[in-house]
Nanobody
Framework: VQLQASGGGLVQAGGSLRLSCAAT????????MGWFRQAPGKEREFVAA????????TYADSVKGRFTISRDNAEKTVYLQMNSLKPEDTAVYYC????????????????????WGQGTLVTVSS
């Protein structure tokens, strides 16, 4: 599967952005999906994941209550709605696909993800 992330940009603290990740190729519903981010000078970290069915979601503690991951299997797209953004959310955000995970699993382990998008930059100003 090929992934194309979009929706990044510059936003003031407290604002919102919605990231999208469009997939092409193999059956999208066979993939659990995740969002990860990498801030300047830091390692890439987990943000959120959603199961193949869309029923199970998991979040990093730092974004719980502010970010929401969702998916539209018919449109082959996963979304990340980001509210109440903080300067520390500034990073390049990557979407990733995890093939063949059991239906109700959404993992934060980035080593299990098979395909990665190119990243989209989110900058939050204070």
């Amino acid at each position: 599967v090929q992934l194309q992330a979009s929706g990044g940009g510059l936003v003031q603290a407290g604002g919102s952005l919605r990231l999208s990740c469009a997939a092409t190729g193999r059956a999208f519903s066979n993939y659990a999906m995740g969002w990860f981010r990498q801030a300047p000078g830091k390692e890439r970290e987990f943000v959120a994941a959603i199961s193949r069915s869309g029923i199970i979601t998991t979040y990093a503690d730092s974004v719980k209550g502010r970010f929401t991951i969702s998916r539209d299997n018919a449109e082959k797209t996963v979304y990340l709605q980001m509210n109440s953004l903080k300067p520390e959310d500034t990073a390049v955000y990557y979407c990733a696909a995890d093939f063949g995970r059991p239906t109700y699993i959404a993992t934060s382990d980035q080593s299990l993800y098979d395909s990665w998008g190119q990243g989209t930059l989110v900058t939050v100003s204070s």
